[in-house]
């Protein structure tokens, strides 16, 4: 899956965050309402424009972005 297929970011478009290509539907409000239970029907259901496709671009966006963050571990003080 190549969410860049699916998954744009304009700075003039929902303030730059992530959208559905032609669409101001962004990706972080389907991620969420998945990680809220919603149903792939239910949200299917509810925005018109949104396809099978979408969902996996958002899911595969979210697991590039998780890829490519830098853990950095901080020393914890014992009293």
């Not at 700075?11 to 149903?39: A, N």
Request: aromatic share 6%; glycine share 6%.
């Amino acid at each position: 899956m190549k969410w860049q297929n699916y998954i744009e970011r304009n700075p003039r478009i929902m303030l730059g965050k992530p959208v559905f290509k032609g669409t101001r539907l962004t990706v972080e409000t389907i991620l969420e309402k998945l990680g809220d239970g919603v149903s792939e029907e239910d949200l299917l259901g509810s925005y018109p424009r949104l396809r099978p496709e979408h969902i996996r671009a958002a899911q595969a966006f979210a697991a590039a972005c998780l890829s490519s963050d830098e853990i950095i571990l901080l020393e914890e003080k014992v009293h």
